[in-house]
């Protein structure tokens, strides 16, 4: 990647990119925004991690063999134009070190695509500024009470992320309009559906 450029990504405009590449087109090329604020699934999401710290037990947290922990950490890489706040940063007793994301959201007998590719987002931040192994994720599903699942990665798992990352970078720079998503549902509720052609 282009280490001279000034665009940061982040891991939620790359979940949204992969809900429909043309997101990213809207909103950082024409600077077209969501209004996001007012989905309710959105706000309750927010309101709940204000108060997460207060109701997840810390029993999760020794599950996992989890020594210490730090919260709400800012992080960013000039080397994968990328920045983001995890929710939680996990040191292991392996010695390695995985995100926790929280997800106000129901486990429905599979890891999302997009959740898994967000964490491992976090995880090359993780590694990029600790300089310490990532091999895992963790998912923390609200509405599940608190379900907790493990992600395992390995490097083509993180080769995806930074292949993801350089396309996402190329529609910003060059501002061209990607094809929209396969799935002709995700349409229906788009805040872009009118603009869209």
Same mark, same amino acid.
């Given at each position: 990647?282009?280490?001279?450029?000034?665009?940061?990504?982040?891991?939620?405009?790359?979940?949204?990119?992969?809900?429909?590449?043309?997101?990213?087109?809207?909103?950082?090329?024409?600077?077209?925004?969501?209004?996001?604020?007012?989905?309710?699934?959105?706000?309750?999401?927010?309101?709940?991690?204000?108060?997460?710290?207060?109701?997840?037990?810390?029993?999760?947290?020794?599950?996992?063999?989890?020594? =210490? !922990?730090?919260? /709400?950490? %800012?992080?960013? *890489?000039?080397?994968?134009?990328?920045?983001?706040?995890? $929710? #939680?940063?996990?040191?292991?007793?392996?010695?390695?070190?995985?995100?926790?994301?929280?997800?106000?959201?129901?486990?429905?007998?599979?890891?999302?695509?997009?959740?898994?590719?967000?964490?491992?987002?976090?995880?090359?931040?993780?590694?990029?500024?600790?300089?310490?192994?990532? =091999? !895992?994720?963790? /998912?923390? %599903?609200?509405? *599940?009470?608190?379900?907790?699942?493990?992600?395992?990665? $390995? #490097?083509?798992?993180?080769?995806?992320?930074?292949?993801?990352?350089?396309?996402?970078?190329?529609?910003?720079?060059?501002?061209?309009?990607?094809?929209?998503?396969?799935?002709?549902?995700?349409?229906?509720?788009?805040?872009?559906?009118?603009?869209?052609?």
């Amino acid at each position: 990647m282009d280490e001279s450029s000034n665009i940061y990504i982040t891991p939620s405009e790359i979940v949204e990119y992969l809900f429909c590449p043309r997101f990213t087109f809207f909103m950082n090329c024409l600077n077209i925004h969501q209004h996001e604020e007012k989905r309710y699934k959105v706000l309750m999401g927010r309101e709940i991690h204000e108060e997460r710290a207060k109701i997840n037990p810390d029993y999760l947290r020794k599950k996992i063999f989890c020594t =210490k !922990k730090e919260r /709400l950490v %800012y992080l960013s *890489s000039s080397r994968y134009h990328l920045k983001g706040e995890v $929710d #939680e940063v996990l040191y292991l007793a392996d010695g390695t070190m995985a995100p926790l994301d929280y997800k106000f959201a129901e486990y429905k007998d599979t890891v999302f695509r997009t959740h898994r590719i967000q964490s491992i987002l976090y995880g090359l931040l993780i590694r990029d500024n600790y300089q310490c192994e990532v =091999k !895992k994720g963790y /998912l923390c %599903y609200i509405r *599940s009470k608190y379900l907790l699942k493990e992600m395992i990665f $390995d #490097e083509t798992d993180f080769q995806e992320a930074c292949l993801i990352l350089e396309e996402v970078l190329r529609i910003i720079q060059h501002g061209y309009y990607p094809k929209k998503t396969k799935f002709p549902a995700r349409c229906i509720d788009c805040c872009y559906k009118n603009i869209c052609v």
